[in-house]
Nanobody
Framework: QVQFVESGGGLVQPGGSLSLSCVVSGRIFSYDYMGWYRQAAGKQRELVATRTMAGGTNYADSVKGRFTISGDSAKNTLYLRMNFLKPEDTALYYC??????????WGQGTQVTVSS
């Protein structure tokens, strides 16, 4: 049983900042990557950023230079620092872990709303 605890979402004004966190528990001893995806109303789920166990990172072009992904691989913990937020960043943000087997697990999501 894999469990996620996601936190940190909320309402912020354009130009503001938020930090998300995700802790994954269960029988996961190694993984290909952990990451954040988001889904805005009426749109498909899209990649935000990923981080490998070794610390390698990857970002969507839309968030490069504004968002920073980090984590603690030993504790299956993942963070996302979001700066200079825009209204188009409004979405439900999901934490995910992708295993080497190809299996994916998803958190329940945390809402981020950017509005004045």
């Amino acid at each position: 049983q894999v469990q996620f605890v996601e936190s940190g979402g909320g309402l912020v004004q354009p130009g503001g900042s938020l930090s998300l966190s995700c802790v994954v528990s269960g029988r996961i001893f190694s993984y290909d990557y952990m990451g954040w995806y988001r889904q805005a109303a009426g749109k498909q789920r899209e990649l935000v950023a990923t981080r490998t166990m070794a610390g390698g990172t990857n970002y969507a072009d839309s968030v490069k230079g504004r968002f920073t992904i980090s984590g603690d691989s030993a504790k299956n913990t993942l963070y996302l620092r979001m700066n200079f937020l825009k209204p188009e960043d409004t979405a439900l943000y999901y934490c995910t872990v992708h295993l080497f087997s190809g299996a994916n697990y998803w958190g329940q999501g945390t809402q981020v709303t950017v509005s004045s």
